[in-house]
């Protein structure tokens, strides 16, 4: 039994219907759960919900259910409850969803209708009701009063934290804490003879892959210093079944924070006990930046994204000491950072890089002293990478990065098939990086048929980015494109250029949005989909480089509309592109001093309201002096929001003044 996290506000549509409503009120008038009534908590949407949050295990002894049926009940049990004979059972609660779990048929059979509490007197015989007893939700809540004041002595795994309450033994054997896990191991058989086998298989299974290890070592007559390379995959499985989504994650956590009950005092040899003791300490401690899941935020369910990161951790790395930033929301589409140059913004992103991939291709003994922790959600599961315990690291194959070098793409001669893995971090970390040619692949999805969708797709994809009139394929060379601007707020063309006759910005644009779609395209989760439907994380350095302030604004609003399952985490020494950022936009300052070292501080700003001059002035880009040098009289500043605004002014001041002098009024009245 392990802590889940339900959001007693994302309520299954099921439960929500006017034909679930109508059936409440009925319950509630007869004070008594009707019969076939499982069809609606039963429900497809219910289950899979449920199936989600519990990590598809029964929410008491956690067995799997991918091999048996999950059954839905309710924590308060709707009948009548088995310790207290007179009660009717929590009728009311039926549909709750705060009141729903997913438990196995045997913990199902268990429970049966047992809810009892600490004390009778504070039990609810009925619910408490406003005058539509249907939408009394802070009443019908579990974790909230007047419910959670009857102290029930059975655990809630979404209320209670199970750790507290429960642990193993070596036996496989699960013991209660505090009264209440005593209470829960009681009603629910979790010693029953099944889960013990099961849990005393795993126990005995990392034993011997522990002895076999051991006896490997001895057998190398290596130094002490060498057993972790022994023991590292026997630490590493144990860490794996702590995972929330493993089967028995409990035990798993109490091995791992019990280890030497489990594994050590049973051995033979004081000097192996003291080297293992050793080499664990090493693992659990030295190694791991972050070593929990944290809770996810977000402000809007709707825009959460498929890949997020969520934490960013950072010790010993290129100027950095000790850093991070947590608590990141996983609907945050941009992430900015800003500050200073030579401050730190370029370590910061190829640390986040490396906290993906666990390696900058050939440079990883560069890093030998650093560490960096990564939480992130991967579609539907959250994943930690610690950089140097190599403990479940999880290489990140949807993400692409670029550092502030994107003007060169490869020959058209080049094989875009044959991109090397380790390449996947070579632009961030280096000034002579290669784009993929999307020239030359777009060509080529032209010529084929199953392509030439994809062809068609990304070609508008980039025309409406770039904002021009059009792009073919060069009829005298296939492998080139051939691009056509437009003239501004017109419909009017100008001639045909190639690739290398366009504007830096231009390139840079279509260079690293190609650049982005090849790789992009070659990981399976995107392989077949519009390029607007790619999902996954893009790192850029220095993201206004090479652009008009117009184009810095603009490239923003695009990114954000064309890319909406993408995660874009971007430095910038320009304001411009903080004005086409969402609302829900994160802000980064990275700083930099001699006894910190480089540090990050976030930096909390309503971009919807603010005025550029605004920004300039906040802290995160700290630019306190923005008025012109020469400037000497203050009440000479022209303070007009907009050049149109100024130009009018003045306009009007001078038509003032001339009408001033032709009346004779005092030269200086209109000024």
Not at 467 to 490: A, C, G, M, P, R
């Amino acid at each position: 039994m392990i802590k889940v996290k339900k959001d007693y506000n994302d309520i299954p549509s099921i439960l929500l219907k006017e034909k679930t409503r109508a059936k409440l009120n009925e319950i509630i008038v007869l004070k008594k759960a009707t019969t076939n009534i499982s069809y609606f908590y039963h429900n497809k949407e219910v289950v899979d919900k449920l199936k989600q949050i519990y990590h598809n295990k029964c929410a008491y002894c956690e067995t799997s259910l991918t091999t048996t049926r999950g059954e839905i009940d309710q924590f308060r049990p709707k009948s009548k409850v088995t310790e207290n004979k007179k009660h009717l059972g929590y009728y009311w609660l039926v549909f709750e969803w705060s009141n729903l779990l997913l438990l196995c048929p045997v913990c199902n059979r268990n429970k049966k209708t047992h809810f009892p509490i600490e004390n009778e007197i504070n039990r609810i015989y009925e619910p408490i009701l406003s005058e539509n007893p249907t939408f009394t939700k802070e009443l019908f809540l579990a974790n909230k009063s007047p419910l959670i004041d009857e102290a029930p002595l059975l655990l809630n795994p979404e209320i209670d934290e199970p750790k507290e309450h429960l642990y193993f033994t070596k036996d496989g054997i699960i013991h209660g804490k505090t009264e209440r896990g005593t209470k829960t191991i009681e009603i629910l058989r979790l010693n029953r003879a099944a889960l013990i086998h099961n849990r005393g298989k795993i126990i005995k299974d990392i034993d011997n892959l522990l002895q076999n290890s051991l006896y490997l070592y001895i057998q190398s007559k290596k130094g002490e210093t060498s057993i972790i390379q022994y023991l590292n995959f026997v630490f590493d499985t144990i860490k794996k079944k702590s995972l929330p989504e493993s089967e028995y994650s409990l035990l798993g956590y109490s091995m791992l924070n019990n280890f030497e009950d489990f594994f050590v005092n049973n051995l033979d040899e004081d000097n192996i006990k003291q080297l293992l003791k050793k080499a664990f300490h090493y693992y659990t401690t030295k190694i791991e930046l972050i070593k929990e899941f944290s809770e996810q935020t977000y402000l809007d369910k709707n825009q959460i994204l498929p890949y997020a990161i969520k934490q960013i951790q950072i010790e010993n790395f290129r100027g950095i000491q000790k850093t991070g930033i947590s608590n990141l929301p996983i609907d945050t589409q941009w992430i900015f950072f800003a500050g200073n140059n030579g401050a730190g913004k370029t370590s910061v992103l190829q640390a986040i890089a490396l906290g993906l991939w666990g390696q900058a291709d050939t440079l990883d003994k560069q890093f030998g002293n650093s560490n960096i922790g990564i939480e992130l959600t991967n579609k539907e599961q959250t994943i930690i990478n610690n950089l140097k315990s190599n403990t479940n690291f999880t290489k990140q194959e949807n993400f692409v990065a670029y550092g502030p070098s994107r003007l060169t793409m490869q020959s058209a001669s080049s094989d875009n098939a044959d991109i090397e893995e380790n390449s996947k971090t070579y632009n961030i970390f280096n000034d002579d990086g290669m784009l993929l040619n999307i020239e030359s692949e777009l060509s080529r999805w032209s010529q084929i048929d199953k392509f030439k969708k994809r062809y068609e797709d990304t070609k508008i994809l980039l025309i409406e980015i770039l904002n021009i009139k059009d792009i073919k394929v060069d009829e005298k060379n296939y492998k080139k494109l051939l691009y056509q601007e437009k003239e501004e707020n017109s419909k009017k063309a100008y001639e045909w250029l190639e690739f290398k006759n366009l504007a830096s910005g231009y390139r840079s644009l279509i260079g690293m949005i190609g650049d982005m779609l090849l790789r992009f395209y070659k990981i399976k989760v995107n392989e077949n989909k519009n390029p607007k439907n790619i999902e996954g994380i893009v790192l850029i350095d220095e993201l206004d480089l090479h652009l008009h302030p117009k184009w810095q604004k603009r490239l923003v609003e695009e990114l954000s509309s064309k890319f909406k399952k993408i995660q874009f985490i971007v430095s910038t020494h320009s304001i411009i592109p903080l004005l086409g950022a969402p609302q829900n936009s994160i802000f980064i300052k990275v700083n930099r001093n001699i006894e910190k070292g480089i540090f990050l501080e976030k930096i909390d700003l309503n971009i919807k309201t603010l005025l550029p001059e605004t920004l300039l002035t906040s802290e995160l880009f700290d630019f306190k002096n923005i008025t012109h040098k020469d400037l000497g009289d203050f009440s000479t500043l022209q303070t007009e929001y907009t050049y149109d605004e100024l130009l009018f002014n003045n306009e009007v001041k001078r038509r003032l003044k001339k009408h001033a002098e032709k009346e004779n009024y005092p030269t200086d009245l209109f000024e």
